[in-house]
Structure formats: structure tokens, C-alpha cells
């Protein structure tokens, strides 16, 4: 998969400070998540479905427990 990351639209969260945080972009079909430190480092891609699936299980606080 050939994705060009200089043609994506990268998005953050309001609420991130100091430039910690995960940077998300669509693709045409897919999502791309990204370190915003290193924007030229290691990108992950997902389907939307595998996506959607993490932003439900975000939204219902079932990642609580990983921060302090």
C-alpha cells in the first residue's frame, strides 16, 4: 500500500497541548494514524470499520484504565 502522507489532510484534538498527540487522515477508504513528533516516522492505517470500532469503544471509556 502506497499511501502519499504529504497529500493527507492531518487532523488533531482540540485538546492536545505541547504537540503530544496522535495525528489521524483519511484516505479515500482508509484511516491513517501517525506520532505528530515524528511526522515522518511510522504511519498505521486502518480500515474505517476497525476505526469506527476503536472511536465506540473510546467513547465508552473502555480505554479509561490505560491512563495514570
Known sequence: MNIDREALAWRIAERSAGGNCVEVARTR???AVRNSKRPDGEMVVYTQPEFA?????????E???LLD
Do not use: N, R, S, Y
Open 29 to 31: 477508504d482508509l484511516i
Open 53 to 61: 470500532a476503536f472511536l465506540d469503544g473510546a467513547k465508552k471509556g
Open 63 to 65: 480505554f479509561d484504565d
